[in-house]
């Protein structure tokens, strides 16, 4: 009972409090879009700003709402972490740890539910038992 509880906190704590991050940058995308306005945003990779931004959307919105209900709770977790290893080491790369340290321990959160799976109080979990 405990375990699943840990996990399901883990799982669904990290998640909702990460979907805010990534709807905020869902609005500002929007609103650059409706506005006809160049998209700001961290070009990662020369990927372009546009694309930058909407990748960063799946990984802080997407990713963890699919995350909080259990659903393909590990495939969801990887672009998870890694917009946040991204956040943490290229857009803040330089900064100091203080400012990394949201972006680190949202990432270590991540990796720790793609290590440990979503528990038994999940979507990934009811389904799993269904199709026994």
């Known amino acids: 009972m405990t375990h699943a509880l840990g996990l399901f906190l883990l799982r669904a704590g990290t998640s909702f409090l990460m979907i805010p991050h990534g709807w905020a940058k869902y609005e500002r995308l929007s609103q650059a879009l409706e ?34 209900a259990g659903l393909k709770t590990r495939w969801m977790a990887a672009p998870a972490a ?26 270590i959160a991540f990796l720790a539910v793609l290590l440990l799976g979503p528990g038994r109080w999940s979507v990934d979990s009811w389904w799993a038992g269904r199709k026994v």
């Open 82 to 107: 890694f917009t946040m290893l991204v956040a943490a080491f290229v857009a803040h790369g330089s900064d100091p740890l203080a400012d990394k340290e949201h972006a680190l321990l949202y990432a």
């Open 35 to 68: 506005a006809g306005e160049p998209v700001k945003f961290m070009d990662f990779l020369g990927l372009g700003t546009t694309l930058s931004l909407i990748l960063t959307i799946f990984g802080e919105l997407v990713a963890p709402a699919f995350i909080l």
